[in-house]
């Protein structure tokens, strides 16, 4: 399965200035990893983002995010953007930001 190039470009733009960023692919997708913990990446023609559990309300009321589900199944803290959201620079830095916050929490790997 294929991912948009593009998609992982503004990735990559937003996250220049974050120190420990690596990329992987998985998924059949590209994964963002900080400090070897997930936190975006683009999968098909739109993107994920780690926000946590706390974050879930407050990434989801924002229009084109709803919880990932690769099996049909919600999985925990993770959210899917839509192609029209990772398009728009405010709404997808909003997203990253809570997953920025959400890994900052975690301990380094």
């Known amino acids: 399965m294929a991912y948009d190039e593009g998609l992982a470009h503004l990735w990559r733009e937003d996250l220049a200035e974050v120190e420990g960023i690596a990329e992987l692919h998985m998924f059949g997708g590209l994964c963002f990893m900080a400090r070897g913990h997930m936190l975006c990446g683009v999968i098909r023609d739109g993107g994920m983002a780690r926000v946590g559990k706390d974050h879930m309300a ?3 009321a924002m229009e084109g995010v709803t ?3 690769f099996t049909g199944r919600p999985m925990g803290g993770l959210v899917a953007l ?3 959201l990772m398009a728009d ?6 997203v990253l930001a809570l997953a920025l916050d959400f890994v900052a929490g ?3 790997k």
Do not use: M
């Open 58 to 60: 407050a990434a989801c």
């Open 106 to 108: 975690l301990p380094p």
């Open 82 to 84: 839509d192609a029209e």
């Open 67 to 69: 919880p990932l589900a």
């Open 89 to 94: 620079d405010a709404r997808r830095g909003a």
